[in-house]
């Protein structure tokens, strides 16, 4: 099945914000509100950030927020960390009962 | 809060068939949806499947035809199996559990090689 679509890579300093898109269809982001995030680190799993489109697990910084419009879901990252850089990864449940993953982000601080 | 243990042979053969088994503690399998997700080294993730306590599950439309994944509630464990593997197959492999639509729980994952 076809990934939902995200940017390889995302940057910013310090500081800043950045958002990361993903573009579904109507199979899957459009008509569902279960589109999740998850974050990456190099040769960890992965976690959790966002679920529900825009729901932070207890435990999740606040600086981490998602919304959906749309074919397309984002997740913001506000007040950007060297913690933050890392891969992340949409996802959302598709019409098949099935989940379909992003192709993921590399996010950079510079 | 719960923890997921993957368990397996870390080389499979080509052709063969790759088996995995997920040991969960910490919680009851009951109630949630149990999944695996792989990943290629180098490349991003992909969803394979689940099972619900009750033995229901869904797979990956690509990987169907491949698959098998099982589930015994008496050990807290639950199992892939995927036939007819390539080397495309080599991959670190996660359990995760949750609510059948958010991964909230991943275990540390496996590396799978397969050789020819």
């Known amino acids: 099945q076809s990934a939902l679509t995200q940017p390889a890579s995302v940057s910013g300093p310090p500081g800043q914000s950045i958002t990361v898109s993903c573009t579904g269809t109507?199979?899957?982001?459009?008509?569902?509100?279960?589109v999740s995030w998850y974050q990456q680190h190099p040769g960890k799993a992965p976690k959790l950030m966002i679920y529900g489109v825009s729901n932070r697990p207890s435990g999740v910084s606040n600086r981490f927020s998602g919304s959906k419009s749309g074919n397309m879901a984002s997740l913001t990252i506000s007040g950007l960390q060297a913690e933050d850089e890392a891969d992340y990864y949409c996802?959302?449940?598709?019409?098949?009962?099935?989940?379909?993953f992003g192709g993921g982000t590399k996010v950079t601080v510079l | 809060q719960v923890q997921l243990q993957e368990s397996g042979p870390g080389l499979v053969k080509s052709s063969e068939t790759l088996s995995l088994t997920c040991t969960v503690s910490?919680?009851?399998?009951?109630?949630?949806?149990w999944n695996w997700i792989r990943q290629p080294p180098g490349k991003g993730l992909e969803w394979i499947g689940y099972?619900?306590?009750?033995?229901?599950?869904n797979y990956n439309p690509s990987l169907k035809s491949r698959l098998t994944i099982s589930i015994d509630t008496s050990k807290n464990q639950f199992s892939l199996k995927m036939s007819s593997v390539t080397a495309a197959d080599t991959a670190v492999y996660y359990c995760a559990g949750g609510d059948g639509y958010n991964l909230e729980n991943w275990g540390q994952g496996t590396l799978v090689t397969v050789s020819s």
């Open positions: 109507s199979s899957d982001i459009v008509n569902y509100k279960y």
């Open positions: 910490g919680g009851s399998i009951r109630n949630y949806y």
């Open positions: 996802t959302s449940y598709r019409s098949n009962s099935t989940l379909v």
């Open positions: 099972i619900y306590y009750s033995g229901s599950s």
